[in-house]
């Protein structure tokens, strides 16, 4: 059964921090992996990663995929109170399929 | 648990014909239903919200007409693209919230997506 898990759940931090996402990921026929970022209505789309090592930078966001292990991550530094959202990971399958994840709520404090 | 499904997972039709996509929580209720549409670049466009009981909030610019949703039931809700046309064609997909002794949650359970190809 395809999968997709994200850790932590939730998480606190001050602004400044540096925050590591993750999402491990069991999807059949795995094409890629897609971060979105979630405040108020649609998620908006981060990055898509479609090989393994290749990082991929916007701003003080970065990701990265490990096809091996399965894993991907999300860095966020010098967070800021605008960073505080809801952050999902989703793997897309050969049909075009997202199995997302249940989401990363990131809170950053001033 | 908070499993979402969407059937079908694909469809091809002609165009002028009518789709309906099905959104189903299968192991919770779901008191509030989210429907989008992918577009190019993997962006995600909200286009309508659905109560259960009720009628749906529909985004602007979302035509009511042509995207009729359907939150029939605690567990179900539907889209129906009428008279559909090429340029329909896209990925739809559904999500879903639920409440938790009676505060509503703001996480939502995402639905793998249909793909609509209309020809």
């Known amino acids: 059964e395809d999968k997709v898990v994200q850790s932590p759940l939730s998480l606190v931090v001050h602004e400044g921090d540096t925050v590591t996402l993750n999402c491990s990921y069991e999807v059949t026929n795995f094409r890629s992996l897609l971060w979105y970022k979630q405040e108020k209505k649609a998620p908006t789309f981060l990055f898509m990663l479609?090989?393994?090592?290749i990082e991929k930078k916007s701003g003080r966001l970065s990701s990265i995929l490990d096809k091996k292990e399965l894993f991907s991550i999300l860095n966020i530094t010098a967070t800021q109170t605008g960073d505080s959202a809801v952050y999902l990971c989703?793997?897309?399958?050969?049909?075009?399929?997202?199995?997302f994840g249940k989401g990363t709520k990131l809170s950053v404090k001033p | 648990g908070a499993v979402v499904s969407q059937h079908p997972s694909w469809v091809i039709c002609k165009s002028g014909t009518s789709v309906k996509i099905e959104c189903r929580s299968l192991?919770?209720?779901?008191?509030?239903m989210f429907w989008y549409r992918q577009f190019p670049k993997q962006s995600l466009m909200l286009m309508a919200t659905?109560?259960?009981?009720?009628?749906?909030?529909?985004e602007q610019g979302v035509e009511k007409d042509k995207f009729l949703i359907n939150h029939a039931s605690l567990t179900l809700s539907t889209l129906t693209v009428t008279s559909a046309h090429p340029e329909d064609s896209s990925f739809y997909i559904c999500?879903?919230?639920?409440?938790?002794?009676?505060?509503?949650?703001?996480?939502?359970?995402f639905g793998p997506g249909t793909r609509l190809t209309v020809l």
């Open positions: 999500s879903a919230n639920t409440e938790i002794a009676g505060a509503w949650t703001d996480t939502q359970y």
């Open positions: 479609t090989s393994s090592g």
């Open positions: 989703a793997g897309r399958g050969s049909q075009g399929n997202l199995i």
């Open positions: 192991d919770f209720q779901a008191t509030t």
């Open positions: 659905s109560n259960e009981g009720s009628k749906a909030t529909y």
